[in-house]
Nanobody, 126 residues
Framework: QVYLAESGGGLVQTGGSLRLACAAS????????MGWFRQAPGKGREFVAA????????YYADSVKGRFTISRDNAKNTVYLQMNSLLSEDTAVYYC???????????????????WGQGTQVTVSS
């Protein structure tokens, strides 16, 4: 059983920062790629960022490039999403996900992610 648990969400003002964390258990974390997705009210799931198994490759959605940074600490079985210069458009539930199919890559395709966390709410005030 793979278990992913997000934390770090909250309410911030426009221009503020948050760091999300996703702790993984029940699998060999270091052998898999990880990703972050988000879902805003009334919207579909949107790719945010991804990182391969050793952190050597990252990939970001155009909407967050230059503002968000994904990283991982395999010794702690944790992936992070540092979010800076937050905008109201960033308001969403953020989910981490595990990709065991293409661990060498950093994919924005939700279909390659088989395991998902419960989500953490990020709200950016206007």
């Amino acid at each position: 059983q793979v278990y992913l648990a997000e934390s770090g969400g909250g309410l911030v003002q426009t221009g503020g920062s948050l760091r999300l964390a996703c702790a993984a258990s029940g699998h060999t974390f270091s052998s898999n790629a990880m990703g972050w997705f988000r879902q805003a009210p009334g919207k579909g799931r949107e790719f945010v960022a991804a990182i391969n198994w050793n952190g050597g490759t990252t990939y970001y959605a155009d909407s967050v490039k230059g503002r968000f940074t994904i990283s991982r600490d395999n010794a702690k079985n944790t992936v992070y999403l540092q979010m800076n210069s937050l905008l109201s458009e960033d308001t969403a539930v953020y989910y981490c996900a595990l990709n065991r199919r293409t661990p060498w890559g950093a994919s924005g395709d939700h279909n390659v992610y088989d395991y998902w966390g419960q989500g953490t709410q990020v709200t950016v005030s206007s």
